[in-house]
C-alpha cells in the first residue's frame, strides 16, 4: 500500500499557535503578579539581583516595580523595637548584681545594604546580645553596690553612652536605654535589711530619750505648778478662813450631783452630806481677816 499520497487532516498549525499563546498569556500574568512588591509603612526595602548583587538604593514606603526572577525585595521594619536583656556582672565592691536592661533599636535606613551585605536579616540577634553584655560588664565594675542604688540614673547615662557608640558601628540606632531591674545576692541583700533594722532601733531608741526628756520636763513642770498652788490656797486660807468652807460647799454639791445622777440608790444622813456641813460655824465666815504685822 502506498502511504505517500495519504493526508493528514488540517488544524495542527491551529494547536501550535493556541498552545502559543497560553504559554505567552501565562508568562505575561505570571510577570504582572511578579513585578509589583509593596513596602508598608514603617519599613523600608532594598532589592538583591541576581546579576549585579544587592543594590545601594534604598526604596521607600510605596508600590515599586522589580524584574521578576531577576529581582527579589528585602524588607526591614525600620521602626523603634525594644529588647530586654539581663546581665550578672560584679560590682567594684566584688557584689554580685544581676541587671535587667530595656533598649530601643532601629536600623538606619540609609545603611540597609551595608546592614544586609555584613549582618544579614536578623541583625539584632548577631549584634545586641553581645554588645550590651559587655557594656554592663564595663560599667558595672566601675561602681560599688550601693552607688548602684543611689546614682542609678548616671549608670543608666553611662550604659547608654558607651551602647550607643558601639552600635553605630554596626549602623544601628539607640532611643532608649533604660534599667528595668537591679538585683544583688542575698548576703548583700540580708546586710541592706540588717543596716536598716539598726537604724530602725536607733531611730526607736532616740524617740525614747526624747520622751523621757519631755516626761521630766512635765513632772518638773507639774510640781511647779502644784506647789504653786498650794502656796496660793496656804495664803487664801490665812487671809480669809472662809475659803475652807466655800470648798467645803462646792464639794458637797458635787457629791450632791454625782449621787442624783447614779442608778444606784444610797441612803445618807440629811443633816450631814459627808462634809459634816452643819457643824460649820458661820462666825468664821463673818471674821473679818487678820490685819498684817506692823
Known sequence: MNYNNVRVPGGGGAAWALTKAVVLGGAGLYGALNSLYNVEGGHRAIVFNRIVGVKDKVYPEGTHLMIPWFDRPVIYDVRARPHLVESTSGSRDLQMVKIGLRVLTRPMPDQLPT????????????????????????????????????????????????LTERAANFNIALD?????????????????????????????????????????????????????????????????????????????????HTISNSANRVFLNSDSLLLNLQDMSLEDVNMPPPSPKK
Do not use: C, M, W
Open 115 to 162: 546592614i544586609y551585605r555584613t549582618l544579614g536579616e536578623n541583625y539584632n540577634e548577631r549584634v545586641l546580645p553581645s554588645i550590651i553584655h559587655e557594656t554592663l560588664k564595663a560599667v558595672v565594675a566601675q561602681y560599688n553596690a550601693s552607688q548602684l542604688i543611689t546614682q542609678r540614673e548616671a549608670v543608666s547615662r553611662e550604659i547608654r553612652r558607651i
Open 176 to 256: 532608649d536605654v533604660s534599667i528595668t531591674s537591679l538585683t544583688f545576692g542575698r548576703e548583700f541583700t540580708a546586710a541592706i535589711e540588717a543596716k536598716q533594722v539598726a537604724a530602725q532601733e536607733a531611730e526607736r531608741a532616740k524617740f525614747v530619750v526624747e520622751k523621757a526628756e519631755q516626761d521630766k520636763r512635765s513632772a518638773i513642770i507639774r510640781a511647779q505648778g502644784e506647789a504653786t498652788s498650794a502656796q496660793l490656797i496656804g495664803e487664801a486660807i490665812s487671809n480669809n478662813p472662809a475659803f475652807i468652807t466655800l470648798r467645803k460647799i462646792e464639794a458637797s454639791r458635787e457629791i450632791a
